[in-house]
């Protein structure tokens, strides 16, 4: 499959595959880039269904020190670049670990995947096989299906798995990959409101978290001085609400990783945020103030970790913007400038304006 058709097949797939599609962006990006680079270096081939199929049953007994195993006599699991495996802590306090390997077939010595192992803090076990580049629709449509069952069952699978494929890989090719907007977006309303949807929730004065959409006035909620990194408690003096419209609504999945390469593993804390908003909503980046559909993977944002107890700078991930549907929409007015939604710290308006932008 010439890699032009590959590219527009898999985002196809990416639009058409209805559960979970912004993790279906980020596994997408990855997918691209390692295939891309495995075809690259000319030593693949394409994977078989059923080879697909017997890849997800070889095990590995000792993944501490099983680095190079042979099955059947026809295949080699052969760890990447002999890596140490990755242990990611996230902000569930749950430790999960990831051992990848490349899939080889023996009588040609080519790659033909790669295989993943991901283990819990039960010691359970997943596995998924990632195909190589020339492998046919059906395949990959079965490798998708198997990452959003395992995603079912274990939160952020997939965001960890793309922090580590990238990490191993190249971040920057992934970023250049994952840069295409959602096909469907010119379809969702854009006016001048800068707004929350109802569900995103507002971080009180007593620590507690409220849906945007039940504020009411005089509840006391955390605001940040973007300077100090400090919170303060501020009255609310009203709430806007926005009439029920089809909202084109910007997306911004945000990561915090603190990684440490030992000898024998790779120990990552990992935090995650998700906000969204209305694409003309002011966002107080690392490097100024930005229209939330300005923002760009890579600008950094503020965000409360509660395992610092502090208020650090959050990287953004992913971006998405797309129709969200029939909804409200909700702004805060206060005192103050800024307000916590999602643990992310975000403007009430811009900056550079005196006057209510609702």
Not at 42 to 64: C, G, H, P, S, W
Not at 287 to 293: D, H, I, P, S, Y
Request: glycine fraction near 4%; charge should be positive; include cysteine.
């Amino acid at each position: 499959m010439h890699l032009k058709k590959f590219l527009s097949h898999t985002f196809t797939l990416l639009i058409t595959f209805n559960p979970c599609t912004i993790m279906q962006k980020l596994i997408v990006a990855i997918a691209i880039l390692l295939t891309v680079n495995l075809f690259a270096q000319n030593k693949t081939r394409a994977i078989t269904l059923d080879e697909y199929q017997k890849a997800k049953t070889f095990t590995v007994k000792d993944l501490d020190n099983d680095t190079y195993i042979k099955f059947e006599n026809k295949y080699i699991l052969d760890r990447y670049e002999n890596r140490k495996p990755y242990f990611i802590t996230g902000d569930d306090g749950l430790k999960k670990r990831m051992d990848i390997y490349r899939l080889i077939a023996k009588d040609s010595l080519q790659e033909i995947g790669i295989v993943i192992f991901y283990t819990n803090e039960k010691g359970k076990t997943y596995q998924a096989c990632l195909p190589g580049l020339s492998a046919a629709p059906n395949i990959w449509e079965a490798y998708f299906a198997d990452i959003h069952s395992i995603e079912r069952e274990e939160k952020n699978f997939v965001l960890k798995l793309s922090y580590v494929l990238s990490k191993e890989l190249s971040y920057q090719v992934y970023k250049s990959l994952n840069s295409n907007k959602d096909i469907s977006r010119e379809q969702g309303t854009y006016g001048n409101e800068i707004c929350f949807p109802g569900n995103m929730l507002v971080t009180m004065s007593n620590g507690s978290a409220k849906a945007i959409s039940s504020i009411q006035p005089g509840d006391l909620i955390v605001t940040i001085n973007p300077l100090t990194k400090q919170s303060e408690n501020v009255s609310v003096q009203s709430l806007s609400i926005h009439e029920a419209k089809n909202y084109a609504i910007t997306h911004l999945q945000l990561m915090r990783a603190t990684a440490n390469r030992l000898a024998d593993k790779t120990e990552v804390l990992l935090s995650t945020r998700e906000i969204n908003a209305t694409p003309n909503h002011p966002v107080l980046t690392a490097k100024g103030e930005k229209k939330a559909g300005e923002i760009k993977e890579g600008d950094e944002l503020l965000c409360y970790n509660p395992v610092a107890n502090a208020y650090l700078p959050y990287t953004v991930w992913q971006t998405e913007e797309y129709p969200a549907g029939i909804q409200k929409v909700y702004n805060i007015n206060t005192d103050s400038k800024t307000l916590m939604l999602n643990g992310v710290m975000m403007l009430q308006k811009s900056l550079n304006s005196s006057k209510p932008e609702n």
